[in-house]
Nanobody, 124 residues
Framework: QVQLVESGGGLVQAGGSLRLSCAAS????????MGWFRQAPGKEREFVAA????????YYAKFAEGRFTISGDNAKNTVFLQMNGLKPEDTAMYYC?????????????????WGQGTQVTVSS
């Protein structure tokens, strides 16, 4: 049973924008942060952005700095990812996740609950 559901992906032209959403489904769960990861075919999953619920601090991968913005609502276990200035290399399946384990917000293994993913495709 899916606990997180992403939406907002799609096909956009280079330079365009997308706003991804992720919300808890059916139940809430204990977590100390939420994040976004992405994975392109043939490539490893990589960190995109995260928000720490303890102090609402945000963290970004270098490729996301200045272009992507993560925001969220801890009470609703909801996060968003505003992506501007999209590039073809941003094309990937984007997953949101809830951090349920102690560890780095930048490390996928720190997250125990994942969504099904939403596809982002950026054309040149």
């Amino acid at each position: 049973q899916v606990q997180l559901v992403e939406s907002g992906g799609g096909l956009v032209q280079a330079g365009g924008s997308l706003r991804l959403s992720c919300a808890a489904s059916l139940r809430t769960f204990t977590n100390n942060g939420m994040g976004w990861f992405r994975q392109a075919p043939g490539k490893e999953r990589e960190f995109v952005a995260a928000i720490d619920w303890d102090d609402a601090s945000t963290y970004y991968a270098k490729f996301a700095e200045g272009r992507f913005t993560i925001s969220g609502d801890n009470a609703k276990n909801t996060v968003f990812l505003q992506m501007n200035g999209l590039k073809p290399e941003d094309t990937a399946m984007y997953y949101c996740a809830a951090k349920t384990f102690r560890g780095s917000l930048r490390y996928y293994a720190s997250y125990g609950v994942w969504g099904q993913g939403t596809q982002v495709t950026v054309s040149s």
